[in-house]
Each structure stands twice: as C-alpha cells, then as structure tokens.
C-alpha cells in the first residue's frame, strides 16, 4: 500500500486549491514463490497477544493454487514430553488455494484447538488488497479492505508461548514472525517452509489486543508512527529493509533469493478544482495504480472510492467527484 500526498487535501466549493506535497519513497517486499521474511525469535508475557490485530496489504500474483498462501504468521514454541519440539500458531492470516482469505490460530493449553475464519469470497489477483485478523475474547474476525467478512465465536486463547507449568515456574517460550509462508522449523533452520506467497506484501503490523473496526479502518491508510504502546512490530519496507519499525526492532531477514524489498518513488503535487463537481489532477508515475477516495469529514474514516482504480501514464491524471454536496470535502490519493 502506498499512500500519497502525506497531507489529507481540503477544498471548499467555488475555490481553486493547489497543494505541494513531498514525495515519498515506499518499499514493498516481493515473492516469486519460495522466499519468506523471518523474524529473530521472541517471547511474549502472560497475555501478551492473547487478544491481536494482525494486517497486512497484499498484492498476489494469482489467488488460486494447489496450496494456501500464508501472508503473516507468528508461530510460538509448545513444550511437550519430549521438550519443545512442537509449534503452535499464535495468528496466521492467508488465501486459500481456493483464493479466499482466511485468519487462524491455535489454542493454548493441553488440546490443540484450532480456529479459524475464512472468507466465502475469493479475492481478485494483480490488485492490492487490506486484510486484517482480529481476536478479542469469544470472537476471530476476519476484515477485508475495512470491512468485517467472516467471523468465528471461539472462547479458546490463542498460544502466545506463555506456559504455566504444575508443578513447578512459568516459562516463556519464544516465537517467531514469518512473512510470505508457513515456518514449520523457525528456530533451527528456516528450511522447513511451505504455503508461500507468490506477489507483493506491504505494511504488516502486529498488535497487542484487539483494534476497533474504526482503527482498522484508520490503519488502512495512515501509517502507524512506531511508537504506540500496542504495536509490537510493523514492517513497512520503506527504508529499503525488513526493519521493524515497531519499538521492539525486531528487524526480519530475507530467506531465500525469490523475495526482495523494492523501493517505488511517488509524485511531488496534487491540486483540486472545484466548480459543480470536484476535479482532483495528480501526477502519476508510469504503471502505478492509483484511487482517489473522498471523507464526508473529521474523524478520517469512512473512506469511499470516488471512482475505480486508474493506470497512472507518467502523466498528470484528474479524477471527479460527481457525488460532492457537502461544503466540504477531504479527499486522499494512494497509489499501489
């Protein structure tokens, strides 16, 4: 996802408004099929992502295969009689090989109860996406560009790698994040993967507790500063890396030579018209799709689409707003 003008533009009918705004440029990590970003591994408190947001945009290059595509997964290590040699989801969220888009995790305690709500809906390919899994206490959802599309009643927790052990100390064990596959073997090799992505990820972010639809929403398109008491790791490509720039730094190392963070630069201007209908022109870089979308007002949620996505031609492109009748109007442009 890539959100340009930074600045959220205002217009009041009968002006002319021009706004210079910086350019920007956002990474995005790519697979061809066989490359995942990995986490180092980290241990959780008690509650610590018992209740979870996870999300991420998505871009994949087909959404129908003969496996699941996993975009995001933290996976905890579960001690058993003969040690630690299981691993349990503490979040996963994917598409199908039936091209829907699913959350899951696996529950703490003795049972391996596995939870999981899927889409009936498959998504489109080539065409970015916003997913989001959430877990507060007796209820997964699913999102799908904002709005909540499957739901599943479970009064399990998810296994954070937190155990309590009778007799005896409480142990804390580790997990790891993988982005763009399934990590069967996290803290031996990284070898054992499966499920893999085959396109674009961006803007993976991790919470601790469960966001309200509003925040996802908000989310959607406003990058988090890094310095929320609950975001315990964001990944956004920016700088060219797999940095986490959460405060928890816990920076991701490509594995395998099939996925790569590529660095995009985004136009400089952007300016309304208004007369009977609100005329938004912007520069547009050559293949880069772009949607305009327009809020009734503060707060900033609720975002519609004034039209479908255009192809930017490396030229200055104008979008209308036919259906503008407030006085005014905010209006934000993204790219992808």
Same mark, same amino acid.
């Given at each position: 996802?890539?959100?340009?003008?930074?600045?959220?533009?205002?217009?009041?009918?009968?002006?002319?408004?021009?706004?210079? #705004?910086?350019?920007?440029?956002?990474?995005?990590?790519?697979?061809?099929?066989?490359?995942?970003?990995?986490?180092?591994?980290?241990?959780?408190?008690?509650?610590?992502?018992?209740?979870?947001?996870?999300?991420?945009?998505?871009?994949?290059?087909a959404v129908t295969g003969a496996t699941d595509q996993v975009v995001v997964e933290r996976v905890a290590?579960?001690?058993?009689?003969?040690?630690?040699?299981?691993?349990?989801?503490?979040?996963r969220i994917g598409v199908n090989l039936s091209g829907c888009p699913f959350v899951f995790y696996e529950g703490a305690g003795a049972e391996p109860w596995q939870i999981q709500a899927t889409s009936t809906n498959?998504?489109?390919?080539?065409?970015?996406?916003?997913l989001a899994g959430r877990y507060e206490w007796l209820e997964l959802s699913?999102?799908?560009?904002?709005?909540?599309?499957?739901?599943?009643?479970?009064? #399990?927790?998810p296994h954070n790698g937190w155990l309590g052990v009778s007799p005896?100390?409480?142990?804390s064990l580790p997990g790891v994040v993988t982005i763009g596959a399934r990590n069967h073997d996290p803290i031996e090799s990284n070898t054992n993967m499966d499920s893999f992505f085959t396109g674009a990820i961006d803007e993976v972010t991790v919470w601790d507790g469960a966001l309200s639809p509003t925040d996802i929403q908000t989310y959607m398109y406003a990058k988090p500063t890094?310095?929320?008491?609950n975001l315990v790791g964001y990944w956004?490509?920016?700088?060219?890396?797999?940095?986490?720039?959460?405060?928890?730094?816990? *920076?991701?190392?490509?594995v395998n030579s099939t996925g790569s963070v590529q660095n995009i630069t985004f136009p400089t201007t952007a300016r309304i018209n208004l007369t009977t209908d609100v005329a938004v022109s912007f520069q547009t870089v050559q293949d880069a799709n772009y949607q305009v979308l327009a809020s009734a007002g503060r707060p900033f949620t609720n975002w519609v689409p004034m039209a479908d996505s255009v192809t930017g031609?490396?030229?200055?492109?104008?979008?209308?707003?036919?259906?503008?009748?407030?006085?005014?109007?905010?209006?934000?442009?993204?790219? *992808?």
């Open positions: 996802m890539k959100t340009i003008p930074r600045a959220v533009l205002v217009g009041m009918v009968g002006s002319c408004l021009c706004v210079a #705004v910086s350019g920007a440029t956002n990474g995005v990590w790519t697979s061809t099929g066989t490359g995942a970003v990995v986490t180092p591994p980290w241990t959780c408190g008690e509650t610590m992502l018992r209740e979870f947001t996870v999300s991420a945009w998505i871009k994949p290059s290590a579960m001690l058993t009689e003969s040690g630690v040699d299981a691993w349990r989801a503490n979040f498959r998504i489109a390919a080539d065409q970015w996406t916003h699913l999102y799908c560009n904002g709005v909540r599309i499957a739901r599943c009643p479970s009064s #399990v927790w005896g100390p409480t142990l890094g310095t929320e008491t956004s490509f920016d700088n060219g890396t797999a940095g986490d720039g959460s405060s928890n730094t816990n *920076h991701g190392t490509l031609n490396g030229l200055e492109m104008t979008v209308v707003d036919t259906n503008a009748t407030q006085n005014g109007r905010f209006y934000r442009i993204v790219a *992808h």
